[in-house]
């Protein structure tokens, strides 16, 4: 009886939860958080391969137009967690999603990334926006939750409805 009751309820919880939005595992290594979290959230492993990590991590005082240099000590740790979770290394569900063999050098050039914010080029500008590097502006939860789930409700109705797939 128990065991049927147990069934009963996971079918319930199956059949009642949505199509699944991406999810990104939350980052919870300290050094990680506090070191590359600071002028921005603190990207999601999963989004570039281990190489383009191992680029970034190498080359911090030219940083996207910033010196993000450092303690040189603390580098091996931060590397080791992205390269660990990197696109092409992890097997999580989100990295697989991002794996890809165009060649591209941050972020907001993947090709996922891409695909999944046609049109929103109207709003990388806007002043709540500044950025697509902002990703905490439309996904609020992004960095607690790790859910992509947006709200853009911020924005302009015609904005907002020409951003996204
Ligand atoms: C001194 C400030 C600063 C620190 C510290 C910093 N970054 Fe950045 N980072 C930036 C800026 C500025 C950009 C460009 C953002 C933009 O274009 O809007 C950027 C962009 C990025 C991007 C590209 C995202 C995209 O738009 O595709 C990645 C990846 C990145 N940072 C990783 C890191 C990592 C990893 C660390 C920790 C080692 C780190 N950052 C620490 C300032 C910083
Ligand atoms: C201007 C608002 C905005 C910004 C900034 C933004 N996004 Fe999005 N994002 C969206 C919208 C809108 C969608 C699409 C939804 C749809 O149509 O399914 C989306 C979708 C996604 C998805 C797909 C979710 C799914 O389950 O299909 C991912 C992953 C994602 N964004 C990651 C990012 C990352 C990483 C950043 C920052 C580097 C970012 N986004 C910046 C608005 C934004």
Redesign the pocket.
């Known amino acids: 009886m128990r065991t049927l009751a147990i069934a009963a309820v996971l079918i319930a919880v199956a059949v009642s939860t949505p199509?699944?939005?991406?999810?990104?595992p939350v980052i919870k290594n300290q050094t990680v958080l506090s070191e590359c979290g600071d002028c921005h959230?603190a990207?999601?492993p999963q989004?570039l391969p281990k190489a383009l990590w191992t680029k970034i991590m190498s080359n911090l005082s030219d940083h996207f137009g910033e010196d993000a240099s450092i303690d040189p000590a603390i580098i091996p740790e931060i590397l080791a967690y992205h390269v660990q979770n990197a696109s092409d290394v992890s097997n999580v569900r989100?990295a697989v999603?991002?794996r890809s063999n165009a060649k591209f050098t941050r972020?907001?050039d993947a090709p996922?990334?891409k695909k999944?914010?046609k049109g929103?080029d109207v709003?990388?500008s806007?002043e709540k926006?500044k950025?697509?590097?902002?990703?905490?502006?439309?996904?609020q939860t992004?960095d607690t939750t790790g859910s992509?789930?947006?709200n853009?409700s911020f924005?302009p109705a015609n904005l907002?409805r020409q951003?996204?797939?």
Do not use: Q, Y
């Not at 199509?19 to 990104?24: L, M, P």
């Open positions: 199509a699944r939005a991406e999810t990104f959230m990207f999601p989004t989100a999603k991002w972020i907001i996922r990334f999944k914010h929103c709003v990388w806007h926006v950025s697509p590097s902002n990703c905490l502006a439309c996904h992004m992509t789930k947006e853009m924005l907002r951003c996204g797939d």
